[in-house]
């Protein structure tokens, strides 16, 4: 699920290159890892609470000491938390989405970072390409796999005719995912428009602007306007018009459906890659790694609300669920 808060440039804290890329070499002290999460959103607190608890479950309690910092949406607040971490002489940074990535990068070229939910760590030049990560950088991706949340649609909703995208143009995880959109609309002779928010305020606006004009809306992987998901779906449901999103957590919230993000699987990668790289693998010797499994979901409460009948072909391959369900594997 994820942000595009950008932050100014300031300098690291000094850490020498050679420890900050192989914690291990500090010897027996605890491992300071600091975590930077944009915003309270169900979708970032997922990943945050998993990749403490696959940590513990890894057995590393004893071996690493967090500190997590919150910048409730103030980009400002992100730029703040990374100079205070980086001051505190953190071993390892673990921002939360695409725009704490960016700040962190742009903070320090020592300390070791490994970014978790950001969809395309290229386009936000944090990385050359997936393999090869010789700065201080790496982590895991979540791209979406837009496509196929696209024929799904047709399956579920075969006579849409025009989709409706709602989007931050702002974050650049929700640009990607869109560019993908229209490619796939535009290849496959289905129309689109837009709506573009710069923050959660503006959603309801947006939403209501396509409403008679559109037959399904989009969203892809966008914290903005998942924040604001249950105004969205509301609007969206009394103009009967189905919501595919790029994010479990999204469909959980009342969208219609997804083949997106599972962000308990991510965020336990990511544990799994600090893990690694607190044991003493380098971030040379760590590529970037894409999400291991997509989360499957329909609503079934949101179906039912606007008549669509899940296909029996269906049936057996996605996780139901409904509004009130509890987030969980798909």
């Known amino acids: 699920m994820v942000g595009a808060l950008m932050a100014s440039v300031f300098a690291g804290c000094g850490t020498s290159a050679a420890s900050s890329t192989n914690p291990s070499q500090a010897g027996e002290k605890k491992y300071k890892i600091g975590i930077i999460q944009p915003m309270d959103h169900p ?10 608890s696959e940590l513990s479950a890894l057995g590393m309690d004893d071996k690493i000491e967090i500190d997590y910092e919150n910048a409730q949406g103030d980009t400002a607040a992100v730029t703040t938390i990374i100079n205070n971490m980086l001051s505190s002489n953190v071993d390892l940074l673990v921002p ?8 962190c ?3 320090t070229k020592d300390v070791p970072i490994i970014f978790s939910a950001v969809s395309n760590p290229i386009e936000a030049k944090l990385v050359d390409s997936f393999d090869k990560t010789d ?22 909703t075969p006579n849409v005719k025009t989709y409706g995208f709602v989007y931050n143009p702002g974050e650049v995880n ?3 995912g869109i560019n993908r959109a229209k490619a796939y609309c535009d290849a496959n002779g ?11 305020n503006d959603v309801q606006q947006a939403v209501q602007s396509l409403v008679g004009k559109v037959n399904a809306f989009f969203t892809p992987n966008d914290n903005t306007v998942a924040s604001a998901m249950p105004l969205y779906e509301k609007i969206a449901e009394e103009a009967k018009i189905p919501v595919y999103v790029g994010a479990d957590s999204m469909v959980k919230d009342g969208g219609l459906a997804t083949v997106g993000i599972d962000y308990t699987v991510l965020g336990k990668q990511t544990a ?12 040379a010797q760590t590529p970037v ?30 996780q139901q669920i409904t509004t009130t369900t509890v987030n969980s594997q798909g």
Do not use: C, H, W
């Open 135 to 156: 700065g201080n950088i790496t982590g895991v991706s979540n791209s979406i796999a837009v496509e196929d949340i696209f024929k799904l649609a047709q399956e579920l």
């Open 96 to 103: 939360i989405a695409t725009g704490p990535a960016q700040a």
């Open 289 to 318: 790694e894409s999400i291991q499994k997509y989360a499957k979901m329909i609503n079934t409460d949101t179906a039912k609300k606007l008549g669509i009948i899940i296909p029996q072909s269906l049936q057996g391959d996605f």
């Open 43 to 52: 979708s970032l607190d997922q990943i945050r609470e998993t990749i403490v």
């Open 190 to 200: 289905i129309a689109y428009k837009e709506a573009t928010v710069t923050n959660s």
């Open 105 to 107: 990068a742009k903070a």
């Open 272 to 283: 799994q890659m600090i893990k690694r790289v607190i044991d003493g693998q380098t971030i």
């Open 174 to 176: 929700s640009v990607t």
